[in-house]
């Protein structure tokens, strides 16, 4: 069972939609999945693709992200794969994350901080969450990523993922 302490109300609502979703053990599908049921959620939520990679190893592609998302980072990422919108250690860092949701086949949450080139510091939770078509194998993660920041500019001026100077992540909780 994943810590609920550190999570916020939107993902504490999330977690819980999606828990209500497992029939009988089975982790969800997609299809089981419906936004209306989570209106309030829709700008901070998406779905990634997992598609597995011949000889080993996942990619992961955005086939969904909400509203808020796009804004912060001033990017849409809808069907675009993480190798091509984000790079160097950032994007080994989520790799390594979504790729250890789809081992452990359960919900992983994760705050980092990221200090950007022209000293503004965003801070990010995110809680990813597995979908299976088949019960079993996840072939997509169901993802909220709420952000934090004293930045005067925040909501005004992208947060790009190629100006990340620093990054620390503070806490993983994992069920």
């Known amino acids: 069972m994943l810590d ?3 999570l916020r109300a939107q993902h504490l609502t999330l977690l819980d939609y999606w828990s209500g979703l497992e029939a009988g053990g089975l982790l969800p599908s997609r299809a089981a999945v419906n936004p209306l049921d989570v209106p ?3 700008k901070n939520i998406g779905l990634i693709d997992v598609v597995q990679e011949i000889g080993g190893g996942y990619r992961f592609r955005y086939r969904l992200v909400g509203t808020q998302m ?3 980072t001033g990017t849409d990422y809808t069907d675009r794969w993480l190798a091509d919108v984000n790079s160097g250690e950032y994007a080994a860092f989520l790799e390594r994350l979504y790729t ?9 949450f ?3 901080t990221m200090k950007y080139s022209d000293d503004r510091e965003l801070e990010t939770d995110r809680l990813l969450l597995p979908l299976a078509t088949d019960g079993e194998n996840v072939d997509m993660l169901l993802f909220s990523n709420l952000f934090r920041s004293s930045s005067m500019t925040f909501g ?3 947060f790009h993922s ?3 100077v620093w990054m ?3 806490l993983r909780a994992a069920a």
């Open 100 to 108: 250890e949701t789809v081992a452990r086949k359960a919900p992983v």
């Open 70 to 72: 796009n804004h912060i």
């Open 110 to 112: 994760s705050r980092t």
């Open 156 to 158: 005004l001026k992208p």
């Open 4 to 6: 609920r302490s550190p």
């Open 40 to 42: 309030r959620l829709l």
């Open 168 to 170: 620390q992540e503070n």
């Open 162 to 164: 190629d100006d990340v």
